[in-house]
């Protein structure tokens, strides 16, 4: 008689529920798969080798399996002892093998995973460098042929790759920090992304760059105001956060040209409820609570965040501005110090349904209030060419600030099949500001102008977005993919500041006009973009987009009672082509984009802003937006099957540029920031990100950048009879960049982990920043299943400090500030509930099922990888 083939155990046995922990063990399940259709060749006399290579366990051997079966005069003799023994013991150490796997895994999954065609995780998805892989195909696609003995399919669930063809994705869940951190924390330790101390974030020293929330922009990070939403986001929210330096057609330009940032908020996909609670206290009054949850039962998934938090921010720092005015130069110096209390308050609900087996609805909130109260107290010397102070005088600021943030997102996404569906979606955002100020002036010497004892002013910002896209999505054929969309936008602006100089005597507030504002703008925005994906072949696959976009702009001079409007057409071409080879799945990625950049709010508001009693602001409405060219090279790679590598040469060019110049107040040491267009700039540069796992209990990751900046500007000169004149002139910057990171769990239920950043010498515009470097230190203990006690140290050094330095024709300005460096917090949270069912499938039955993509990605099986194209416009 024939030994029949065990069939493997499902996935509903306790003891594999992860079968994903299978990719860690992937040549001894080769080799188990082997010896056990070896071991049915040789239950035979061919031994194995019957000349007809059974020992491949071929179907031409089973026929002549079945072919001694019908004849018992010419049935083999069996070896029944050493065949079970062999066969028993290959079989109970693969399954034992593959169960003590997820047990042994380390709690931690590294910030950047393995691409997917790495041969280290066969599970994952394939991208355009590896083979389809028939792990990731559904039941339903694999068929027994007649005759064979198969064992069971099992259904793996494809990982997210860190590298997209157009994109570099980095898991943040896993993040010691992560815990009652907010969104500006987890992102410095991003790759090749910096956020300095006011939440400002740069990708690659571009300060331009642009942040989206699942693929989209939104008014809670744009403005002024954009980097106090980074940090008092919640980071809890977030699921990965995108790196997108070539953006594609499928993304606007309206909010800039540079780089994106894309925050990929958590989503809702097993079975079952769960949620956590924590709470966190530090030093100087800071503390805070945070709770998230999530239920999905059946067609319904609810999911939440809701926290508050107190945080308190201090400075110190110091200008000094020297002005020329002619044959002499006028000196101001400010020293100031400051301390902000904080209250934030957040709440992020979403809800999603589906309705029936191909249409889902969903609903999203986010919503953030702050309220801040600043103190403030500032020293200021002024001179007018002498040694003896022209004024000197003490100023005390009380600020009292308030801010709404706010996003409500309802889609609709309908799946015609498996390869093709339609995704609608109505986004509208706001970032509402309202700040106050009470100035008192006490004089040690009075200017002979005379003296401002007090004086308040306020100013109220109003920025909000309202979005409707379509995107659609069609598998033309195995080779083709193609995706679309439509996109009708209007965005609204309004600037209201005021000014009034209190008497001392009677109280009374007078408003000074020249210190007055009003201003208001609107947009609206017409776009269509076209992204098909191509897989030549194997190797081979591109990426190419082309985008039409329309702005009209119409704007509100309110103290001048006049308006203007105009408007802007741009078509917006992108490609990427990707080349991968090898079984470690490596690819070479070149990528190209075109973008522009038009002047935000306050560069076109025409008049003069307020400050403080030295620095104003003034924009032009006349400015021409930037345009952008990026060219990228990017070569990613597995080495000593640990080690990936992500080396990136990259280019680009921008012209006119949008800068800030300085001029001086007549019969004043004031100076004005006047918004310009000015020369053009080329960003030569080289990244290198190492991530590796050498070790379960030890991750580490580097990135090395290197960028030469060249800018031109007009500079003027004076000749030798006195006379002023203009020349084209040239800077040049070299900045490096080093970013350090290492996680550590060697010690059972502990997890440790070290950040370090540094940047040098930078040239942003018309104004050059000194270097800057930080060390983070975090420690998260699991106490128990459900509690976790989670400590950071942030800026151990106390080396958090922001000088830059801004050069005119007339005005040489330098600043310094030192926001408090080193702080201790304490973190406790509770985890409840749990999950239940097949965490991999987000609903069954129906389309609905599996992880979707979040971006173009290399060819998987049938030519594209589940999931397909990423979010829309």
């Given amino acids: 008689m024939l030994l029949e083939t065990p069939a493997k155990p499902r996935r509903s046995d306790p003891g594999i529920c992860n079968w994903g922990g299978l990719k860690r063990h992937y040549r001894l399940i080769r080799l188990y798969l082997h010896l056990r259709r070896f071991t049915l060749c040789y239950l035979t006399t061919c031994g194995g080798n019957n000349g007809n290579g059974c020992g491949g366990y071929n179907p031409a051997h089973n026929i002549n399996n079945r072919r001694h079966a019908m004849n018992p005069s010419k049935r083999p003799a069996l070896r029944p002892l050493p065949a079970l023994l062999l066969g028993a013991l290959v079989g109970q150490l693969g399954l034992a093998q593959a169960q003590q796997a997820p047990a042994a895994a380390p709690a931690a999954t590294p910030a950047v995973t393995k691409p997917a065609a790495a041969p280290a995780t066969p599970a994952a998805t394939s991208t355009i460098g590896g083979k389809p892989d028939d792990a990731a ?249 002498g040694t003896t102070p022209y004024e000197e005088y003490r100023r005390a600021v009380d600020r009292d600030n308030e801010r709404t943030v706010y996003e409500l997102a309802l889609g609709y996404e309908r799946k015609y099949s498996a390869t093709e569906k339609l995704n609608a979606e109505l986004r509208t955002s706001g970032n509402l500001s309202d700040a106050d100020s009470r100035n008192r002036n006490t004089y040690v010497i009075a200017p002979p102008s005379g003296a401002r004892p007090e004086s308040t002013n306020g100013n109220d910002t109003r920025n909000r977005l309202t979005e409707f896209s379509v995107d659609y999505q069609k598998r033309i054929s195995p080779m083709f993919n193609l995706k679309t969309g439509v996109k009708l936008g209007r965005s609204t602006g309004q600037s209201d500041a005021d000014y009034f100089n209190i008497d001392s005597l009677t109280g009374e507030e007078v408003i000074d006009e020249n210190r007055a504002s009003a201003f208001r703008y609107t947009e609206r925005t017409y776009a269509v973009y076209v992204s098909p994906n191509f897989r030549i ?45 090898g079984e470690r799945g490596a690819s070479l990625t070149g990528g190209y984009a075109r973008r522009i950049s038009r002047p935000t709010l306050n560069d076109i508001n025409p008049n003069l802003q307020y400050v403080d009693d030295q620095n104003y602001t003034q924009g032009d409405p006349r400015l021409a937006p930037t345009k952008n060219d990026k060219y990228e090279l990017k070569y990613t790679d597995t080495w000593l099957t640990w080690l990936n590598t992500n080396l990136s040469v990259y280019r680009e060019k921008d012209s006119p540029l949008l800068g800030r110049f300085l001029t001086p107040v007549p019969g004043s040491t004031a100076v004005i920031s006047e918004s310009v267009n000015f020369g053009a700039r080329t960003n030569d540069g080289v990244s290198l990100n190492l991530q590796g796992r050498p070790s379960r209990e030890v991750n580490l990751g580097a990135t090395l950048g290197f960028r030469r900046i060249a800018q031109s500007y007009l500079a003027t000169l ?82 958090n400090v922001n000088q830059f330095t801004q050069v005119s024709d007339t005005v040489r300005q330098v600043s310094y500030s030192e926001q408090q460096g080193r702080m201790l917090t304490v973190a406790l949270s509770y985890r409840f509930g749990g999950v239940s069912g097949d965490p991999g499938l987000r609903n069954n039955p129906g389309m609905f099922r599996g992880p979707q993509g979040d971006g173009p990605r290399g060819p998987g099986p049938g030519g594209f990888a589940p999931g397909g194209f990423g979010p829309g416009m």
């Fill in 137 to 385: 195909k559904k039941p339903e696609d694999s068929t027994q042929q007649p005759g064979t003995t198969q064992m069971q399919t099992v259904t793996v669930v494809a990982e997210r790759p860190a590298e997209q063809i157009d994109r570099s994705t980095y898991d943040v869940k896993a993040e010691v920090v992560t815990p009652n951190a907010s969104a500006a924390d987890v992102i410095a330790n991003v790759p090749n992304v910096t956020v300095d101390q006011d939440g400002k974030v740069a990708i690659r020293g571009n300060q331009n760059a642009q942040i989206f929330v699942n693929g989209k922009r939104s008014a809670m990070f744009s403005g002024q105001t954009a980097g106090d939403a980074l940090n008092s986001y919640p980071a809890e929210a977030l699921e990965s956060i995108e790196v997108i330096t070539t953006p594609g057609a499928e993304f606007g330009s309206e909010g800039g040209s540079g780089p994106i940032l894309n925050l990929v908020t958590r989503r809702v996909r097993p079975q079952g409820s769960q949620g956590q609670v924590s709470v966190n206290a530090g030093p100087n009054g800071r503390y805070g609570s945070f709770a998230s949850g999530s239920y999905n039962n059946g067609r319904l998934q609810v999911e939440g965040q809701a926290g508050v938090m107190r945080n308190v921010n201090e400075r110190t720092g110091w200008s000094e501005t020297e002005t020329d005015v002619g044959n002499a130069v006028w000196t101001t110096r400010r020293e100031n110090d400051s301390r902000a209390p904080s209250t934030i308050v957040t709440f992020n609900p979403s809800v999603g349904y589906n309705i029936g087996e191909t249409d889902r609805v969903s609903a999203a909130m986010k919503f953030n209030h702050v309220e801040n109260e600043t103190v403030s107290n500032e020293y200021y010397r002024t001179y007018h060419g």
């Fill in 718 to 799: 004076t000749n030798e009879d006195g006379a002023r004149y203009s020349v084209e002139a040239e800077r040049t910057q070299n900045t490096p960049t080093v970013q350090l990171r290492a996680q550590y769990s060697g010690i059972p239920d502990h997890q440790f982990q070290v950040n370090g950043n540094y940047t040098g010498r930078a040239l942003n515009g018309l104004f050059e920043t000194e270097p800057n470097w930080q060390v983070h230190l975090s420690w998260s203990w699991n106490l128990s299943r459900e509690w976790s006690l989670r400590t950071s140290l942030r800026d151990v050094f106390d080396s």
């Fill in 537 to 581: 072949d194997e190797n081979w696959a591109v990426l190419p987009g082309l985008r039409y976009e329309r702005v009209d702009r119409h704007i509100d001079y309110i103290n001048q009672n006049n308006s203007a409007s105009d408007a802007t057409k741009e078509l917006l071409p992108s490609l990427h082509v990707q080349y991968g080879w």
